[in-house]
């Protein structure tokens, strides 16, 4: 099954593993043929000294020789493209597959763990295919091989040798059994030394501010000499086995030359026999001692292969509908209708329902944890309803082809991420083929422009993963750009300026109201300012609407918006009142 | 700024260099006594094999024309003995070097990863974080067998030659140097194809680098990919990033394997020539005195030539692997000598508990040359003051927070601290009396208690518990299922922005902080919430210096000193009812939230 699975990533470059493979057979023929030559002349040239047949002989040998090394060199590099082949098909659809999960899959997956399938584990396929496939079927021919060349010479001379052949056998497949499962602990300790790794990479700003590089490097020492540990103890289940394979093989030589001289000496074999066994020895030998390396070696493709595997076939939680009902036209009217979401027994939005109209803007607001960025979550799918439907122009989102949703939907998220690239290819993020203008354009509406002018490279800058180097408020601005950029109907901000100072903020707003098409704009804020000129703003406390309305309503209700408006203005009222 | 990203190699300027193999041999020294014992051992498990032809030609040559059963069945068994000591000599070699191994990959791992330590924020801002990730897992893995084993393999491959040799040339002296004759060419081989093969693992091991910057990448940006519906481009950007790995993968190989076949077909030309100077040149050795030709004496000669080449070709291995050693080791020691551009001075003095009084002294910091961020500023602060710094987005405000604790060294000027320069003082003992909050509240895998304890790692659970309740965020966190022992995933994904601030406000007051440094801590925590938060924390303020960074004019209000930064400069500086009089940009700034709060009086009304 895995196999098949494995070998089938090689597409069309399957016929060069086969041609690698038939190369293989050729080369061990001429290897084989080689040796014989060799017999040939010390039986019928050097032992009776008739040395004018002794150069044609030596030229069809080095012939032989030569047509052997061409077959090992072609073999082997016809091997390896098979091989990358499969390599570069199986990440491109891994990668393929992590660009459809969603956040469920990326918060249970640690991100260490993911890379290791992408790369290390991957690159066991490589070995297995290129190197470990050819030797198998290498193995078997040469132990064929040699079986029928030394039957025919003399066969109860090669029963006696190959009596020791199950032993072999029988403690390969003990080493099989025993050494997957320690070579996938040492694959799983090697994902949680990535993790720690990366974590701290990204951590490394609050592990100076916390001066903790002390305890950082105590943690990763565990981690690092647990991997050791089990590396070692992965390989030294090979040292247990290895060499007892190889004394088996050693007792076949010495049968050989005890058995072969003794037949010699009861002229029952001739010398010249006697050579061409001990030269194909090796025939024997190399097969009975290749067998452990390769069993070992199978048994960490097949360690690495599942683990592939299980990412290629992990399926995603938010699926594609099987009918795409993308409506023609979008208008960007956002409906939620009856809307419950629960985390397990977390109850996070409780039937919810909320009409939103083409170009309305809404502000959204409450405390921490109270459900504002799943609500908004919901319109893109990055998760979906446990019940009720959400809409988008009288659709359900659900309905709708993901990609199609989704370029519908410009969205700015509280945790800010940029890639490091320049600031343009940052900002063109949705939109590769966007010209400068309006790239520009972009960045005045989110008042970035000014600072990315002054930076040395303007929108050439790199940024650093995730923005680093940024101030809080720039990310914010690059990533508003960005949203902006993308011209969708519906526009979400998640905490978009909670960084940015407040005479920024009004100029945004101001900007985002001039826009020629006015988007659908949902607001998340923690600041009255950034939502009192929304159309309507609601108030969501422990996953249920509580207030709904515009500024004077709300205010005149006197609940939370009120409470919070008095609260981050309260100071300067009374001044107004003074 | 950064200055690399997935698609740039980084490139290294340093040519084909010895010394890093020196350097890397560091480690190999370490475990001395037990690379010694390997090296002995293989010695004596060279020696053992070379006896083994010899049993043969003896059994051969003299037993079997002999017709003595008895002697061929004692010399077989002798072989076997020798065989099986071989394996259990090697078995014991493997296990002595699969420890060093490993054990100067652990070295060498903590190494760069205590270097990483002392790196300052400038590094990691400047390139992926895929790429330093790679360096210390990846890249270290791979070298791990090449210095276990590279180096004494290689040695004891020279021995084997030149044992071999020896035994060659006791045998035969003149087949010798024939089979000798063959090594130039495969030399002259190496030195033409040599640059080339560097360069081809070189780009490889950068295209893998790359490769693997841009999937981590993607992993960590997953959502934003999806939300622009770019997945389709950055597959097609990834494939390109593999093909070119792929590319010079392949490239490589071809060189690679190139090694083999060439000393094989030498191998068969010795060969030859061994057969023909044999039987034609020097037909006369090997001819005993009674006619008979001597056939074990030339067969040892072809097998010990087989013996000749084998190392020769297991050097051009040896030496394929050291060229890819050489790309990784490379890369690592980039890591290692990457300057530490924050560190303590050779004759920094721990800080003494401190009061908490800060000086800026004419201090000028600019993060690339030519282009300050912070144009000579100067301030001073008493203990116990709390200073709020206002002004646009960019103008300087958090360069002047991270140079508090040294985050960066000033370009110029000071930064004093009770009277000491920052720059005399142990990094270690100034960051502990700072308590820093940043933008980015960073939440590690682990337990909400973990994080919390990262404050201080002696506390208690109550004392954490404690903290928690002081910032408001224990309500939070007790709804959640399994309350303070919930498992928080990498950056807290799955607690919103305003949680993990509460969280990370838990810390910093955990960790009991002389100085309080504030920047934009509580923009995602809503209003009621930080009220509550600001009450609870202003009675442990009070007698502590403490900087704050906001836009909420409210929370700035009550600060002893308002400083407005723009471009750079302080430009006002002083007490709210100071700066109000003045009606300069605080003023400006002040006022137009004063209006919008009279159109929403005057809406309400």
């Known amino acids: ?578 | 700024m950064a200055r690399n990203k997935f698609n740039v190699d980084e490139e290294l300027e340093a040519p084909f260099n010895w010394q890093q193999f020196k350097r890397a041999f560091v480690y190999v020294k370490r475990y001395k006594g037990m690379v010694a014992g390997m090296f002995c051992i293989s010695i004596v498990t060279i020696l053992l094999g070379l006896l083994s032809p010899k049993i043969q030609q003896w059994v051969i040559d003299r037993f079997i024309p002999d017709k003595n059963i008895a002697l061929i069945v004692t010399f077989g068994v002798c072989y076997l003995l020798v065989q099986i000591g071989i394996i259990l000599l090697n078995r014991f070699r493997s296990k002595i070097s699969i420890r060093v191994g490993q054990s100067i990959v652990t070295d060498m791992r903590t190494d760069i990863y205590e270097h990483l330590q002392k790196l300052g924020f400038d590094y990691y801002d400047s390139r992926p974080h895929g790429k330093i990730l790679t360096r210390v897992i990846n890249y270290v893995n791979s070298v791990a067998d090449f210095l276990a084993n590279g180096f004494i393999n290689a040695i004891l491959e020279f021995l084997n030659m030149f044992f071999i040799l020896f035994f060659m040339l006791a045998t035969s002296p003149k087949l010798t140097l024939v089979i000798l004759a063959g090594l130039p060419v495969f030399i002259v081989y190496i030195i033409i194809t040599k640059p080339k093969q560097r360069r081809f693992r070189q780009k490889r091991a950068n295209k893998q680098s790359n490769t693997t910057a841009y999937l981590a990448e993607n992993i960590n940006g997953a959502k934003v990919t999806q939300a622009f519906s770019r997945e389709e481009m950055n597959e097609g950007i990834y494939d390109g990033l593999l093909g070119e790995t792929r590319k010079y993968y392949l490239r490589a190989v071809y060189l690679g394997h190139g090694m083999w076949p060439m000393s094989a077909i030498i191998m068969r030309g010795v060969q030859m020539a061994i057969y023909l100077t044999g039987v034609f040149v020097f037909i006369d050795d090997f001819i005993s005195p009674d006619g008979i030709f001597q056939l074990g004496m030339i067969t040892a000669m072809v097998q010990y030539s087989n013996r000749f080449w084998g190392p020769i070709q297991r050097l051009g291995n040896i030496y394929n692997q050291l060229l890819d050693t050489m790309a990784y080791l490379e890369r690592i020691f980039q890591v290692l000598d990457e300057p530490v551009s924050v560190d303590d001075a050779p004759n920094a003095t721990d800080l003494p508990d401190i009061n908490g009084e800060v000086k800026f002294d004419n201090v000028l910091f600019e993060y690339e040359k030519g282009v300050p961020v912070l144009r000579h500023v100067s301030f001073d602060v008493a203990a116990g003051e709390s200073i709020a710094l206002v002004g646009p987005t960019g103008a300087g405000k958090s360069t002047i927070i991270n140079l508090l604790s040294r985050f960066y060294n000033v370009t110029e000027g000071a930064v004093l601290i009770d009277g000491h320069d920052l720059n005399d003082v142990t990094l270690k003992s100034l960051r502990k009396q700072m308590g820093v909050m940043l933008q980015d509240s960073f939440i590690f895998s682990g337990t909400i208690m973990d994080n919390i304890r990262y404050g201080r790692l002696d506390a208690t659970d109550e004392e954490c518990i404690a903290a928690a309740k002081a910032v408001h965020a224990d309500e939070f966190i007790r709804h959640m299922e399994k309350g303070y022992f919930t498992e928080t995933r990498e950056r807290g994904d799955g607690l919103s922005a305003g949680q993990k601030q509460l969280i990370n406000f838990a810390r910093t007051l955990l960790s009991d902080p002389r100085i309080l440094i504030l920047d934009e801590a509580t923009s995602s925590i809503d209003t009621n919430t930080e009220q509550l938060v600001q009450e609870g924390i202003a009675a442990l303020l009070k007698g502590r210096t403490s900087f704050i960074v906001a836009h909420r004019l409210s929370t700035i209000k009550n600060c002893d000193r308002i400083m407005y930064i723009e471009a750079g400069r302080i430009a006002e500086s002083g007490s709210h009812a100071e700066l109000m009089a003045s009606k300069g940009l605080y003023y400006k700034l002040y006022m137009s939230q004063l209006n919008q709060l009279r159109d929403i009086a005057e809406q309400a009304v």
């Open chain 1, 1 to 578: 099954m895995t196999f098949k699975w494995a070998y089938g990533w090689m597409g069309n470059y399957k016929w060069r593993l086969v041609l690698s493979i038939v190369l293989n057979i050729l080369g061990v023929v001429a290897m084989t043929a080689e040796p014989f030559i060799f017999s040939a002349i010390v039986d019928d040239v050097l032992m009776p000294q008739q040395f004018d047949k002794l150069l044609p002989m030596l030229c069809s040998a080095i012939g032989v020789g030569c047509i052997f090394i061409a077959c090992r060199y072609f073999q082997a590099i016809l091997g390896e493209q098979a091989a990358q082949a499969a390599v570069y098909n199986v990440r491109s659809a891994l990668f393929k597959n992590l660009m459809k999960q969603s956040g469920g899959f990326y918060a249970t997956n640690r991100s260490g763990d993911l890379i290791n399938k992408c790369s290390s584990d991957v690159e066991m396929m490589n070995h297995f295919i290129c190197w470990v496939t050819p030797k198998w079927v290498e193995m078997v021919l040469m132990l064929v091989a040699a079986l029928i060349v030394f039957f025919r010479i003399n066969w109860q001379y090669t029963l006696i040798l190959f009596a020791v052949t199950p032993f072999s056998a029988i403690v390969g497949a003990k080493l099989a059994k025993s050494v997957r499962p320690a070579f996938a602990d040492a694959r799983e300790q090697l994902s949680r030394l990535n993790t720690v790794v990366q974590e701290n990479i990204s951590g490394n700003r609050v592990v100076k501010a916390f001066v903790r590089e002390d305890y950082e490097i105590e943690k990763f020492q565990k981690e690092n000499q647990e991997y050791k540990r089990l590396n070692i103890q992965a390989n030294m289940i090979w040292l247990k086995y290895g060499p007892i394979i190889d004394s088996i093989a050693s007792v076949m030589t010495v049968m050989n030359l005890i058995v072969g001289g003794v037949m010699v000496v009861l002229d029952q074999i001739t010398l010249g026999d006697l050579t061409l066994f001990l030269s194909l020895a090796w025939a024997l030998n190399e097969p009975m001692i290749l067998v452990g390396q390769l069993v070992n070696d199978t048994q960490r493709f097949l360690a690495s292969a599942e683990k592939v595997m299980g990412l290629y076939y992990t399926k995603t939680d938010i699926e594609q509908p099987i009918k795409d009902s993308t409506p023609e036209t979008a208008k960007g009217e956002i409906e939620f209708k009856d809307v419950s979401l629960s985390y397990g027994s977390l109850k996070v939005l409780d039937h919810v329902d909320l009409h939103i109209n083409p170009g309305e803007t809404i502000g959204i607001m409450g405390p921490t944890g109270s459900g504002k960025t799943s609500l908004v979550s919901l319109i893109p799918r990055f998760i979906d309803v446990s019940s009720g439907e959400v809409m988008l122009d009288g659709v359900n989102v659900k309905n709708y082809n993901l990609q199609k949703l989704r370029s519908r939907v410009g969205m700015t998220m509280q945790d800010v991420f940029l890639f490091s690239d320049t600031v343009e290819s940052n900002i063109v993020y949705g939109v590769p083929d966007l010209p400068m203008e309006k790239v520009v354009e972009a960045a005045k509406v989110a008042d970035a422009d000014g600072f990315i002018s002054q930076m040395p490279d303007g929108y050439d800058t790199i940024v650093g993963e995730r923005g680093t180097g940024l101030s809080g408020g720039q990310k914010q601005r690059i990533s508003l750009a960005r949203a902006i950029a993308k011209g969708a109907p519906v526009l979400i901000l998640d905490d978009t300026t909670s960084a940015v100072d407040m005479e920024t903020e009004t100029a945004i707003q101001k900007a985002l109201g001039e826009l020629e098409t006015q988007a659908t704009t949902l607001i998340i804020a923690q600041r009255v300012s950034s939502v009192m000129h929304a159309d309507r703003i609601i108030i969501l406390d422990d996953g249920k609407i509580v207030e709904q309305g515009s500024h004077n309503e709300l205010m005149a209700l006197k609940g939370y918006y009120y409470n919070t408006c008095i609260l981050q203005h309260g100071v300067m009222e009374e001044e107004v009142s003074a």
